[in-house]
């Protein structure tokens, strides 16, 4: 049975058509009891067949999505050779195939998390172990290390990537020109006790560092403070109280003694409110930064995190200078919500962005701590309905920095992060020079599962209003396609949502709207599905596919039931942005 409907499309999209599936399609894939086979639809873009039919046949699988039950140590990945037997062309890393083979769909974790790489972890098996325990995206922070450690920590992850199948992005997070302390001569650390008097100076003291000196990198440093006023390092993990002030240099009584860290962030308060006078009008992007930024590009990282975001302009401002500098490349420009103004003009910031990270370490030392939390809630949220991936960063495992096991109340911490439905969680000093990376890494892993299980099955999904984000009818198409597709999953419990997507945006859309099931997402570049890795529930494929879906589908299940991947009888629906439709299927 055939049928064929024709819908009348207004004027501005005479391209569009909506018709039923021809009877092939669903004869090559029964929708066995359900009535959606007879009904299935199709909304069909003729326009959109501008898809590279030759492209490879490879196909690659998103990594580390460890589920609970799924220990795998570093010596069970092993890379394919993509020219390999029957599923000619498969390159899959063994992490997220031993997985699904073993677990099924419903245990993979949808929440990504983002390694910070410093001394700890920089070594190639070392970013192994980590690759291996779910680390979706590996993160540098310009603030510390040499040019030389950062190239190298970025062909190791390469490399890491090419040889075993993993799809692990690389994000480089700007150092920012907020008011930080010097490097300390090159010391790990320096204790400041109570009563001690330091000075802090813009001078630059030789090595080595004179006894209780401290160099700040802010010109107006010294005339901006007052005797008085409050000196806050990290936040408060240290406090001063500036008693005098001679030239160039600050004297101060240590009120709160603790442990000095290279370059730590520095606030200074008065009057129980944050001091932004001159030092409101330094740039966000230093010239440092712009430096770091071409290596960036010039490297082909993923992301790019921008510190201390003030406004939409200066993302729009970095984000045409990436596009003049990088033809065709696609890197991601994250905004870090740390400062009191990024609070503030925090709808426009995100609109700019690719996504946005909720910076707590720095945002708790500009908001007092207790507005952290509903700060943190709003960033979630606002990026949900604008379609920006959002990271939660900052001490969500802090004291595994010393110790194997987190407390209770930072698994706690971890957990609302996850209930929120943030996109990933990101660890820094607990990976980048803690004792336990790998254990952390795993807490947030096994904790993301749980607290995901959790949460499917009380059903208490936060029935949360999905604008529009795009601004044609066609992006409203697409739009209604994802909605209605994560609905029907839930609906209907299926197994898998599979999406064809060249850009990614299709993924994107259905990771917004949260479904119960996992995502594979097929993408045809490296690049895009590395980018996809930072999202919620995605499963980033990479398939060399064409405007033809009932082969890339016959394609996918043989090359997915080649590696045990997925098996006759799982119900899946496809989407594309080729061919826009809904289909509903069993795996033959
Ligand atoms: N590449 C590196 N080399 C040495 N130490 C590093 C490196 N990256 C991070 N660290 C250490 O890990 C700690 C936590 O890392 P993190 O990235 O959170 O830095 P941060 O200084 O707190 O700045 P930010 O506000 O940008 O996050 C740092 O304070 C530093 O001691
Ligand atoms: C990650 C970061 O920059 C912060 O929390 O301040
Ligand atoms: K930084
Ligand atoms: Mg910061």
Redesign the pocket.
Known sequence: MSHSLQFFIPSRAPYLTLQKLPATSSTRFPVINFPIKKHSLAITKSLSSDLDAASSQVLDSGNGQTGAAGVLSADNVVAVPSDSGAAAGIDVDSVTEAELKENGFRSTRRTKLIC?I??ATCGFEQLEALAVGGMNVARI?M???TRE?HKMVIERVRRLNEEKGFAVAIMM?TEGSEIHMGDLGGAASAKAEDGEIWTFSVRAFGTPRPERTINVNYDGFAEDVKVGDELLVDGGMVRFEVIEKIGPDVKCRCTDPGLL???A?LTFWRDGSLVRERNAMLPTISSKDWLDIDFGIAEGVDFIAI?FVKSAEVINHLKSYIAAKSRGSDIAVIAKIESIDSLKNLKEIILASDGAMV?R??LGAQIPLEQVPSAQQRIVQVCRQLNKPVIVA?QLLDSMIEYPTPTRAEVADVSEAVRQRSDALML??ES??GQYPDKALAVLRSVSVRIEKWWREEKRHEAMVLPDVGTSFADSISEEICISAAKMANNLEVDAIFVYTKTGHMASLLSRCRPDCPIFAFTTTTSVRRRLNLQWGLIPFRLGFSDDMESNLNKTFSLLKARGMIKSGDLVIAVSDMLQSIQVMNVP
């Open positions: 910070t410093g001394p922070n603030c510390h290390g450690w997070d860290l290279p370059r962030n510190s910076a370490g720095d900052s820094s000093g980048a020079m």
